[in-house]
């Protein structure tokens, strides 16, 4: 084919490809549906979802290598569905680790684990500290922590491949076990392998401590599935590559099988080029991705607990043997990784198998970042609670438990002012006077009730933020608004049903076009009292406008009245002759209007027995005159069934015999 025809060619496909993308974001820009972008791998749903016949047009031109094309990103709806699906995976994902974490803490009490820790250990730990001077002696725990680099410390880089004598290496990509770490430590030449896997060091670590009488405690970072959909929120190692197919198209090369050996034989490589593409992309989530594993000692001086890291001391070669400090340990992620890597759920895992949330203890970033990261419904909060309430066990807390659940409470208050606009978005201290929503008010407001200025703005405490609400709102709540209070914030009046838009046409008609009748006044909560029921008027029940009694709220249920809310109550009240008033408890909305939920009805206290003995009589002569009716029914229908199998008979026997 001549050059003229094919440059032409990838022209017209290059204007109409734009074209569609073109139109493809406008339709986009003026949805406004919730999207977010996420990666279509190719090769995957797009070949399946296109129809026979439209393959599009492959052109091929020798001695030019076709370069891949980088990984599509495509928009889709977020529904309030694929939302709740969300949540579901992430709280049952968080069970999950939370169940792993109390089982690994387990291992550490294992008697076999701790018993082989301590011969492989302790030894040396008592020739340390019986060869050390008097004068130059440390404490205890420096000699443990001291042993533990001594032993598992080596002076050259570590290279994860087999022994050469054939001796198990260490492998626990899949996982970790007691029987695997005890086979490990069993074995001079796996030992130094502990460095490259933290939870192994961290549990190990644990189970030689509670054996030689420390008090210490396995913390375990969990990282769920994130709550949003975007692939940034996502861990780098959980992420789609592009790189997935090249690796598919050579079914002769196993590369888990290489990574999970670390053999670098060189005949069963592919080449090196190709062997660093797919590198990248094959690497699986190793364990440390989705639960993180640390120690904590218990100082009796202090009476805090000391973060340590075995693992990343066994890295660091800069720390002296001789001379170890157990100073805390800062794990928290920069604020730029993704969701999933945050430290959002920290749980501290005692020796006897109670949990306790010690989250806000690392981070620095509770409530502009880390906070955001776990759901903001109280159901969701209460459910979270209530989980760790359940792993706390029923003992008593002790002295320094208490001084820690008091330092919990406090750490965020300590959190310093976010230097970017969107960290004072539901900020739990700070608030900015932009970021109210239409229900919300700063009170008091000014100056000198600030406590900071961001590029001009004010900075307020989070506890200045105070709720209004309407007159029919706070009604909802029991309440009521005081007479001669002014309303703290005026706004539009939201319409909802048909009828309420017609009363507010109605009012801006009456009153010229001022506009007046749109706005919708707000209060706080000191503008308002408890509602006071209505009382009785000359011996009668009250009824609003609409022939029915409101009680919206507990507050509203007189002392005079009883509230009887079962079916049939106001026909039996009627043939009874009692004064009642149906209840109206709530309205429902459905395509514009508002439909009034009427449950049970309001008659007098003196009136309430004799109406539900009533009631309970109705429904006994009720069921009896059903059970008449169904067994008149069904003599019927057996005397219908008869009938027609006579005359079926009878046709049979005249006309077939």
């Known amino acids: 084919m001549p050059p003229e025809i094919l440059s032409k060619m990838e022209s017209d496909?290059?204007?109409?490809?734009?074209?569609?993308?073109?139109?493809?974001?406008?339709d986009d820009e003026s949805d406004e549906e919730v999207w977010e972008e996420v990666v279509a791998v190719s090769g995957s749903a797009d070949a399946e979802t296109m129809p026979p016949g439209n393959e599009g047009i492959e052109v091929t031109v020798a001695g030019i290598e076709s370069a891949k094309p980088p990984p599509r990103v495509r928009q889709v709806k977020i529904t309030k569905e694929l939302?709740?699906?969300?949540?579901?995976m992430h709280q049952t994902h968080l069970m999950l680790l939370t169940r792993a974490a109390v089982l690994r803490n387990g291992w550490a009490n294992d008697p076999l684990l701790q018993a082989t820790a301590l011969s492989v250990l302790a030894p040396k730990i008592e020739k340390r500290s019986k060869s050390a001077k008097q004068s130059q002696k440390a404490t205890l725990q420096s000699n443990l922590v001291e042993t533990w680099l001594r032993v598992f410390r080596t002076e050259h880089s570590v290279v994860a491949s087999p022994a050469a004598d054939g001796e198990p290496f260490l492998s626990l990509e899949n996982g970790v076990s007691p029987e695997m770490i005890i086979e490990a430590i069993s074995s001079e030449k796996s030992r130094p392998l502990f460095k490259n896997h933290q939870n192994a060091c961290a549990i190990l670590f644990a189970a030689l401590a509670r054996a030689w009488g420390f008090r210490v405690r396995l913390v375990a970072a969990l990282f769920p599935v994130p709550l949003s959909f975007a692939n940034t929120a996502l861990a780098p190692c959980y992420r789609p590559h592009a790189s997935i197919e090249t690796m598919e198209s050579e079914k002769d090369f196993d590369f888990d099988s290489l990574v999970a050996s670390g053999s670098q034989d060189a005949e069963s490589t592919p080449p090196k080029k190709n062997k660093r593409r797919k590198l990248k992309a094959a690497v699986a989530p190793r364990?440390?991705?989705?639960?993180?594993?640390?120690?904590?000692?218990?100082?009796?001086?202090?009476?805090?607990?000391?973060?340590?890291?075995?693992?990343?001391?066994?890295?660091?070669?800069?720390?002296?043997?001789s001379n170890v400090t157990l100073a805390p340990t800062t794990?928290?992620?920069?604020?730029?990784a993704p969701d999933q890597q945050q430290l959002a759920y920290v749980l501290a895992c005692n020796e006897d198998g109670t949990i306790k949330d010690v989250s806000k203890m690392f981070s620095t970033r509770w409530a502009s970042r880390i906070s955001k990261v776990r759901p903001q419904g109280e159901a969701d909060i209460e459910w979270w609670r209530m989980c760790v309430w359940l792993g706390s066990g029923d003992r008593n807390a002790s002295k320094g438990e208490v001084i820690e659940d008091a330092a919990i409470k406090k750490a965020p208050e300590s959190e310093s002012m976010p230097t970017r606009l969107d960290g004072f978005k539901n900020n739990a201290i700070y608030a900015l006077k932009r970021h109210l929503n239409q229900s919300e008010i700063i009170y008091p407001e000014g100056i000198e009730h600030s406590?900071?200025?961001?590029?001009?703005?004010?900075?307020?405490?989070?506890?200045?933020?105070?709720?209004?609400?309407?007159?029919?709102?706070w009604r909802k709540r029991g309440r009521q608004i005081k007479e001669g209070e002014s309303p703290m914030k005026t706004v539009k009046a939201r319409v909802s049903t048909l009828a309420r838009k017609r009363e507010i046409e109605a009012d801006r008609i009456n009153n010229e076009g001022s506009g007046g009748a749109e706005e919708n006044g707000l209060f706080a909560e000191w503008q308002t009292e408890e509602i006071t029921p209505e009382a009785l008027?000359?011996?009668?029940?009250?009824?609003?406008?609409?022939?029915?009694?409101?009680?919206?709220?507990p507050n509203m249920l007189p002392d005079w009245g009883a509230h009887v809310n079962v079916t049939g109550a106001a026909a039996v009240a009627r043939k009874l002759k009692l004064d009642y008033v149906p209840v109206m408890t709530g309205f429902e909305h459905h395509k514009g209007r508002a439909t009034p939920v009427i449950s049970g009805v309001m008659v007098l206290k003196e009136n309430k027995l004799v109406l539900k003995e009533a009631i309970e009589e109705d429904q006994r002569n009720a069921q009896v005159k059903a059970a008449q009716q169904?067994?008149?029914?069904?003599?019927?229908?057996w005397k219908k069934l008869i009938e027609k199998a006579l005359i079926v008979s009878d046709l049979n026997e005249k006309y077939l015999s």
């Not at 939302?83 to 579901?88: G, N, S, V």
């Not at 640390?294 to 009476?303: G, I, N």
């Not at 200025?453 to 200045?464: A, D, I, M, S």
């Not at 008027?537 to 709220?553: Q, S, T, V, Y």
């Open 83 to 88: 939302r709740e699906i969300r949540l579901a």
């Open 331 to 336: 794990f928290e992620m920069p604020a730029s």
């Open 451 to 473: 406590i900071g200025n961001f590029k001009g703005e004010l900075v307020y405490p989070r506890r200045n933020v105070r709720e209004v609400l309407n007159a029919i709102n």
């Open 287 to 321: 364990e440390e991705d989705a639960l993180k594993l640390w120690v904590q000692l218990f100082s009796q001086s202090t009476d805090e607990w000391n973060n340590l890291d075995p693992c990343a001391l066994l890295d660091d070669d800069s720390i002296d043997p």
């Open 630 to 637: 169904k067994s008149k029914r069904c003599l019927q229908n």
């Open 13 to 26: 496909e290059t204007l109409s490809t734009a074209s569609k993308r073109k139109a493809e974001e406008s």
């Open 537 to 553: 008027a000359n011996g009668k029940i009250p009824k609003n406008r609409f022939g029915n009694f409101e009680i919206l709220h």
